[in-house]
């Protein structure tokens, strides 16, 4: 299984990115798809997570109404807009994918995903 992330960048505040996730050598179809960060010298934490019908989604309350999330089936991809952006958003942002239809609880909780990417790098300046 591998997980590609990509998108990331330097963007000033209020400014927008969209970062992508590629997934291969899983059923796409199958699970739960997740973005999570890790900002300098703090832990790794939710930011948001989509079941594999696409129709239920969770996010963190500190990026509720500026980041959505996304998936495409068809191309085993997942994604995660992000506006409004804000210096505190600056992070090492990591898709994340289990085959398992995990509950709400379980899907903002990291040792809920077996599978990681390797990370992208997201800079807001203020």
């Known amino acids: 299984v591998q997980l590609q992330a990509f998108g990331g960048g330097l963007v000033q505040t209020g400014g927008s990115l969209r970062l992508s996730c590629a997934a291969s050598?899983?059923?796409?179809?199958?699970?739960?798809m997740g973005w999570f960060r890790q900002a300098p010298g703090k832990e790794r934490e939710f930011v948001a997570a989509i079941r594999r019908s696409g129709n239920m989604y969770y996010y963190a309350s500190s990026v509720k109404g500026r980041f959505t999330i996304s998936r495409d089936n068809a191309k085993s991809m997942v994604y995660l807009q992000m506006n409004s952006l804000k210096p505190e958003d600056t992070a090492v942002y990591y898709c994340?994918?289990?085959?398992?239809?995990?509950?709400?609880?379980?899907?903002?909780?990291?040792?809920?995903?077996?599978?990681w990417g390797q990370g992208t790098l997201v800079t807001v300046s203020s």
């Open positions: 994340a994918a289990d085959q398992r239809n995990w509950v709400a609880s379980a899907m903002k909780t990291m040792g809920s995903y077996d599978y």
């Open positions: 050598g899983l059923t796409f179809s199958n699970g739960v």
